[in-house]
């Protein structure tokens, strides 16, 4: 799917969304109506022969946080349920592999807990809320891990779609520098940071740049065909990891640091003695540049990010948590889980019954002890599947040179952030894709 459009003016495009959103609050919502209606367009009139399902579902996974901090979003799991739909439209048009089942039996592995809420759940809970909050991030994963099963690409093709994902990851960053022009004048502690993240959940935030972090490093180091391009993409990286890293929420920076990292070691390993040598220059450039953009950031706030990195508080004494309460959180879903360890305690539930040992009512950040404690011996089998599979398919899928860094940020971010967005379950079902890169002979939506 090649748009027509120039590179840089698809950035502009994208930057003057955001200001017309800060001007104009209502937009938003107009914006989430409209992309979906334009990729149905899309998918159906080129009937999915390009994979643009994949394309619609990465700028919608790329927008989602956008959307959210700007009102527009029509609920929680609008995009999640958005991007499930399109890949079943994808699926309809060019079929999926009949060894993709493994996935369809991960969704039966979810049942038990959802029968378990329905027997075991009070008059006070919202049942239709409960499961469709937990289970909407594990329901896309599958319907995308479904689709992109051992589906042919193009390499360059899959960076097609990361740009798709990065370009609304553009406008989000733009709407921050608007809506928080000064980062010096509201850093005051090191708690993660809401007004320096658009007056929305910073954790969230900082996810999605990190992953704006790795496309615009590879799109710099990799796709950038002159000096102009290369300098424009560097820049946006810049922009991006500063923004993401005054969010003040470690985990989305942490995880595109380790995505950039997984893809230098990748490539360094898979390549002649030359490419050896082009890939650490690379490697002592973006250290320097690291250490400029993580400079600047100290200064601009006075010195508590580098506190904050190093788990203290304003004065610079040690915090006992280190992961903002989410050790008392996983620790009570550990105890959960031992207490009901064949079925769980329901899909839900854990949050209830979280309240006896965290004395209030909290939702997990951690997905995988929360799958323990809500799905128990079933939930144990559902990990396995997610863990297992995509490094079989990558046995005979070496050309797949962001692999590791997909499935990295898949597992650091359920991990911090659970599965909130859609971010993790789509990026999660890239690793499933049969990457060439070289155009394969049969058609890029083709499978085997």
Request: with cysteine.
């Amino acid at each position: 799917m090649k748009s027509k459009l120039s590179y840089s003016f698809l950035l502009v495009i994208h930057a003057a969304i955001a200001l017309a959103v800060f001007v104009v609050p209502f937009l938003s919502k107009v914006y989430a109506f409209v992309i979906p209606v334009v990729g149905f367009f899309v998918v159906v009139r080129n009937k999915n022969k390009n994979n643009e399902v994949l394309f619609v579902s990465a700028y919608l996974v790329g927008v989602e946080v956008f959307l959210r901090m700007t009102g527009g979003n029509f609920n929680n799991e609008y995009i999640k349920v958005t991007v499930a739909f399109f890949m079943l439209l994808g699926m309809i048009y060019s079929n999926f592999s009949k060894t993709a089942f493994v996935y369809v039996f991960f969704l039966i592995l979810l049942i038990p807990g959802i029968l378990i809420t329905n027997a075991i759940a009070s008059f006070e809970t919202d049942i239709r809320k409960a499961l469709f909050f937990n289970l909407s991030g594990p329901f896309c994963l599958a319907i995308c891990s479904i689709y992109t099963y051992k589906r042919r690409i193009a390499f360059s093709d899959l960076q097609n779609v990361l740009f798709t994902m990065g370009l609304p990851i553009v406008t989000t960053v733009v709407y921050l520098f608007v809506y928080t022009p000064s980062i010096k004048e509201v850093v005051t502690g090191t708690s993660s940071n809401f007004i320096t993240s658009g007056g929305f959940g910073p954790n969230q935030v900082s996810t999605i740049l990190g992953l704006g972090m790795f496309v615009f490093f590879t799109q710099s180091a990799l796709f950038s065909k002159s000096k102009t391009l290369i300098i424009l993409n560097a820049a946006l990286l810049i922009f991006i990891s500063y923004r993401g890293i005054v969010t003040f929420s470690r985990g989305g920076v942490i995880t595109g640091a380790a995505m950039i990292l997984c893809v230098l070691l990748l490539i360094y390993y898979f390549s002649n003695p030359k490419g050896k040598t082009k890939v650490s220059i690379l490697v002592v450039l973006t250290g320097i540049l690291t250490i400029g953009i993580w400079t600047y950031s100290s200064l601009q706030t006075s010195g508590l990010i580098e506190k904050r990195y190093a788990n203290q508080d304003a004065k610079g004494r040690i915090k006992k948590d280190k992961l903002g309460g989410r050790e008392a959180i996983m620790n009570a879903d550990f105890k959960i889980f031992l207490d009901n360890p064949i079925l769980g305690v329901g899909v839900g539930m854990g949050k209830e019954a979280r309240k006896e040992s965290y004395g209030t009512e909290v939702a997990s950040h951690n997905e995988i002890s929360r799958m323990l404690s809500e799905h128990g011996m079933f939930g144990i089998l559902g990990l396995l599947i997610l863990v297992v599979t995509p490094f079989i398919i990558y046995i005979n899928n070496r050309q797949h040179l962001y692999f590791l860094s997909f499935f990295i940020f898949w597992l650091l971010t359920i991990n911090h952030a659970a599965m909130r967005i859609a971010a993790p379950a789509f990026v999660y079902a890239l690793c499933l894709l049969s990457v060439q890169v070289k155009i394969p002979e049969k058609t890029e939506h083709s499978i085997r």
